[in-house]
């Protein structure tokens, strides 16, 4: 008998049982080989390559909120640029809407020649309007602009002349003291006071306007087309 197994064996007939099959030997019920274990290595690999995924999930994750933040982060700079530009766009409109605007020069005034006037003290018609106010009285640019010239000037006695924005130039004449000389001013910044020097009979303020520093215009009539009524 023993030799027949061993002759079985070696031809191939008889087969080792594999692992998790079943095994029918005769009179035998069946039997199922059990799996292999894992080892303790293939255990940790598995837990390794499991935290591995995971962390690679909340990396991705990460990742992406962190982009979705600094995407909110630039869209606020974003605005805020908007913001201060708009802001100071307004600014500047509104700076350069006072620097144009135009007012009467003085106040506690009345009107005592008018454009155009004749009379002994003008060797032809008035160029200007005759405002005649205490001696001392303040007064002011009627608009924004350059001072081109501040000092004597023989009949207008001390004067000064500013020219605006659009070249229009406004004189001030016989004024007892000045104020500024040279540079810019504002509407309503003082720039001399109100004097008698030059020919004149009394204190007052020789007003002239002159569009494009040309011939003199009616100053009533031009200031009331930009909202001043002397």
């Known amino acids: 008998m023993g030799s027949v197994a061993v002759a079985a064996a070696a031809s191939g007939a008889l087969t080792m ?49 962190a982009k979705a933040a600094v995407a909110v982060e630039v869209r606020k700079e974003q605005e805020r640029v908007e913001r201060e ?75 000064i002349v500013i020219r605006h924005a659009d070249g229009t130039e406004t004189w001030y004449a016989h004024l007892s003291r000045m104020v500024v000389r040279s540079g810019t001013v504002v509407p309503g910044q003082q720039i001399g006071n109100v004097g008698s020097t030059g020919n004149s009979t009394g204190p007052h303020l020789h007003l002239e306007v002159r569009p494009g520093g040309g011939n003199p215009v009616n100053p009533r009539s031009w200031l009331a087309e930009r909202g001043v009524n002397l």
């Open 85 to 159: 530009r708009q802001d100071a766009a307004e600014r500047a409109a509104r700076a350069a809407r006072d620097a144009n605007r135009w007012i009467v020069p003085l106040s506690g005034y009345r009107i005592t020649a008018g454009f155009g006037s004749g009379g002994r003290l003008w060797s032809s018609s008035h160029t200007g309007v005759d405002l005649a106010a205490p001696h001392g009285t303040a007064v002011h640019a009627a608009s924004g602009g350059k001072v081109i010239s501040a000092g004597w000037d023989g009949a207008y006695g001390n004067k």
């Open 17 to 65: 049982p594999q692992a998790g099959a079943t095994d029918y030997r005769a009179g035998e019920s069946p039997v199922t080989t059990p799996e292999r274990p894992q080892s303790p290595s293939e255990a940790a690999r598995g837990a390794l390559d499991t935290v591995v995924a995971a962390q690679q999930s909340l990396d991705a994750e990460s990742s992406e909120n």
